[in-house]
């Protein structure tokens, strides 16, 4: 089973960047994805972005495809999530989650069984 600790969240001025942690503890080289996730109260949990275990390729959601990089650091078991030109629509709880599943629903939540307990990001003047 895999753990998941976000950090990095906080409130960022209309145009700043963040840069959001993502550590996986009881790590193993099988995991197929991890992804970053956000969610705003009252709607459903938005997929941003995921990247490979394996290969360490990428896929973005178009909202913030050329805003948001995924990356990984295989040394340090933590997968990031660097925000720029954040805009105060991307205020919400982010949250990265894990899954064994390979297939090609990149970002669908219902894939990720593993989950953090989230990190809040307010963009605001």
């Known amino acids: 089973q895999l753990q998941l600790v976000e950090s990095g969240g906080g409130l960022v001025q209309p145009g700043g960047s963040l840069r959001l942690s993502c550590a996986v503890a009881?790590?193993?080289?099988?995991?197929?994805?991890i992804a970053w996730f956000r969610q705003v109260p009252g709607k459903e949990r938005e997929g941003m972005s995921c990247i490979s275990g394996s290969d360490g390729s990428t896929y973005y959601a178009d909202s913030v495809k050329g805003r948001f990089t995924i990356s990984r650091d295989n040394a340090k078991n933590t997968v990031y999530l660097q925000m720029d030109s954040l805009k105060p629509e991307d205020t919400a709880v982010y949250y990265c989650?894990?899954?064994?599943?390979?297939?090609?629903?990149?970002?669908?939540?219902?894939?990720?069984?593993?989950w953090g307990q989230g990190t809040q990001v307010t963009v605001s003047s």
């Open positions: 989650a894990a899954t064994y599943y390979s297939g090609r629903d990149y970002l669908d939540s219902r894939r990720y069984p593993y």
């Open positions: 009881r790590f193993t080289s099988g995991y197929a994805r």
